[in-house]
């Protein structure tokens, strides 16, 4: 059975690659994530607001008692308890490209062009074979325009792609007012893949202490609709691979993936669940349902569901919604 599948360029030995998570966090578990069966591993993300704070520490260190200090950094989680700091995070790309043979796929998470943005050149240079940028930016300014919103991200990508030369991702969300145009402005930007989608983490109320508080809740396999219908769409239509994130979280949920044009489909709650050996698992029961119908290789089926292949491409627009409603029985 022929599991390859090919992303950003690189030739995989299968398509199921673990998402930013605390399971990129040591090189162990890397290894781990490896020795699994995965893929190609995204690192966890370095955000936009560590480097920016740790050059405050550094300032606020040499100038002590000079000035006040910022008092809105109190408002920013303690980053050393979220995950380790910029320079060992490039410490620990280079030990881990040392341990294993797959790809390891650096990620940056910020919201604005400046200085942080160079730590992409030392992703590249810490070994990492590509990078995701994950744009996360909730646009609260009742001024602020569609079109404004998405310079951020075009802006972001092509100050990025100036400085590395490994291949970009852009991990996007699906607010925007038309998806595929955005798409292909990040296309043309010079992304090589995109990822669909990043989870909008809501906060929420605590009615004890009336504060807003976080809630992570894990995803499950109901939310794979979402970035399954856009990949769907967008197959074929833009010139960059694309990759799956949310939902995946057993063989039919990567098959359907893979189906309707993914060239990877990414999982991360199902292995917080239930451990890293779902991996094998799931590769184990995507190989059982290929051979059961007759698919020779991974290629074959990718994008063989998507809009532009299947018999009623009205199913992803409006006939989907009226259909829908129309089977409801209470």
Not at 178 to 183: R, T, V
């Amino acid at each position: 059975m022929d599991m390859i599948a090919r992303y950003m360029g690189f030739e995989l030995k299968n398509p199921l690659v673990p998402s930013a998570s605390p399971l990129s966090h040591s090189v162990d578990s890397i290894r781990r994530l490896e020795d699994a069966g995965a893929a190609a591993v995204v690192m966890y993300s370095l955000f936009e607001e560590q480097i920016t704070l740790e050059s405050f520490y550094i300032d606020y260190y040499l100038n002590h008692g000079t000035d006040s200090y910022a008092e809105s950094l109190n408002y920013f989680p303690d980053m050393e308890s979220y995950n380790i700091g910029p320079d060992d995070y490039l410490k620990l790309i280079s030990r881990a490209k040392e341990k294993v043979d797959i790809p390891i796929i650096g990620s940056l998470n910020g919201i604005s062009t400046g200085g942080w943005i160079d730590y992409a050149a030392l992703i590249e240079d810490a070994g990492a074979d590509a990078l995701e940028m994950n744009v996360y930016y909730i646009p609260t300014n009742t001024f602020l325009t569609g079109e404004e919103v998405e310079y951020i991200y075009t802006d972001i990508l092509r100050e990025v792609k100036k400085i590395v030369s490994i291949p970009v991702a852009v991990k996007l969300s699906p607010y925007f007012s038309s998806l595929p145009n955005m798409a292909r402005k990040l296309a043309d930007a010079g992304a090589d893949a995109l990822v669909l989608f990043n989870r909008f983490y809501q906060p929420d109320l605590d009615l004890e202490t009336l504060e807003v508080v976080p809630r992570l809740v894990l995803s499950n396999s109901n939310e794979l609709r979402l970035p399954l219908s856009w990949v769907a769409i967008l197959y074929g239509r833009v010139g960059v691979d694309l990759a799956i994130t949310t939902g995946v979280h057993t063989f039919e949920d990567a098959l359907k993936g893979l189906m309707a044009g993914a060239s990877v489909v990414m999982m991360a709650s199902e292995l917080l669940k239930n451990g890293l050996g779902r991996i094998s698992e799931i590769l184990t029961e995507m190989e059982r349902w290929m051979e059961e119908h007759e698919y020779a290789a991974v290629a074959q089926m990718t994008g063989s569901m998507s809009q532009i292949n299947v018999a009623e491409p009205a199913a992803f627009e409006r006939a989907n919604y009226m259909k829908m409603l129309a089977s409801y029985r209470s």
